[in-house]
């Protein structure tokens, strides 16, 4: 088809996420592969945020999309009721890269569904109904995910769409401490109120986090912030849900992001890099005691597309990719320099407040005024449609064959692993003199 014809098609006829309807424009994507795509009219384009996160192999990784063509020849579909061997394989792979001790999974098609399976399981197993939550999160759009989200997508639906219980807790954000204080000498006060909460709360089934959050900023806790929360949950009987859905597969380096920390949950989700992003699979794993939980007790939660063996099969073949790749070891080395790189463009340019990041996941946070720390925009702009600087900047990239991910006010870094550093510095070149947009904006002190 023509291009325009795509787009005009597309545009009239298609609902786009997370922003109002009038006025999309999609740029039509014709081709991809590894760190690139293209457009209709041919155009080259570096993918510098993995489309959301997500393809952290790369486009069209060619492992991976044998394991779904050959799924497909010879079992494409299969009821949740039955095993197959697309289901084995990957669930006995899953037990030597998860944390230790999560060794029994459901398998859904979204990081969405993962979590939704995931607080559902709390819930049943404990018997209580609340959940403690944090202010910069995201969790997913479905009614009980969407109500543990923090940020402003959970404000834009709650008087339509709400589950009741959660309480939502201060965010390990040291640039914008939410107690205006100074790490180290805060103590972790944002994981020590946890410990006040579900000490007053009462009927806590479990607290969900993002061990690195992922679209509210890249927010990387201090090294005991996770550790101390581990404890404070068992201390209280309360489930520990990680929401891995961005922070896993070698995005931060480790399979996981708890790794870093030596932290296992109780129950961990997960879904984009578990195929590449090639298929769409979410995945709930959880220890061998909350499963046990339903032996001689109803498990009120399931799908038809649950462990749908042409999802399964390409994570299989992900995972050998992975591995075979090394992507874990070069997040770790490529995340080095892309700290420093970008650090050399923090300190070139007034509007960048912050950039911050573990492995190849960063943001470069944008404010008006260094001093203040004031930002150009706010969620409360985003939800009303107004003009963000960040879109702005992200505009300015894309003109120049770089696609980068910008939300609120900050932009997210996040090439696929496999991204050579000729293709990372060509980026980062661009994002350096598209910040010129922001500097402009600036405001003295």
Known sequence: MDPEEIRRIVRETNYVTWRRQGGWDPLVLARAQGSKFWDGAGREYIDLSSQLIATN?????????EAIAEQARSVAYAAPGFATEARARLSS???????KGLSRFFFSTSGTEANEAALKIARAVTGRTKVVARYRSYHGSTAASISVTGEFRRRAIEPLEKVPGTVFAPDCYCYRCPFGRTYPECGVACAEYVDYQLEREGDVAAMIVEPVVGTNG?????????????????KHGVLLIADEVMSAWGRVGEWFAVDHW???????????GITGAQVPLGLTASTAEVHDAFRDRYFPHGHTY?????????AVAAIGEYRRLGLLEKSRRDGEYLLR??????????????????????????VKNRATREPFNTEDDKLAGRPLVVEQVTAAMLKEGVFCVGWVSHLIVAPPLIVTREELDRALDVLDRSLVVADQKVVAA
């Open 57 to 65: 192999l790369g486009h069209g990784n060619a492992a991976v999309a």
């Open 93 to 99: 792979v899953l037990t030597e890269v998860l944390p």
């Open 218 to 234: 890249v927010l990387v806790p201090v090294p005991e912030y996770l550790p101390r929360l581990r404890e404070i949950t068992k």
């Open 262 to 272: 030596g932290v296992r949950p109780d129950l961990l989700t997960t879904a984009k």
């Open 306 to 314: 649950e462990a749908h063996p042409l999802t399964l099969a390409p």
């Open 341 to 366: 790189r970008l650090g050399e463009i923090r300190d070139a340019h007034p509007s960048v407040g912050e950039v911050r990041g573990l492995g190849l996941f960063a943001a470069v946070e944008l």
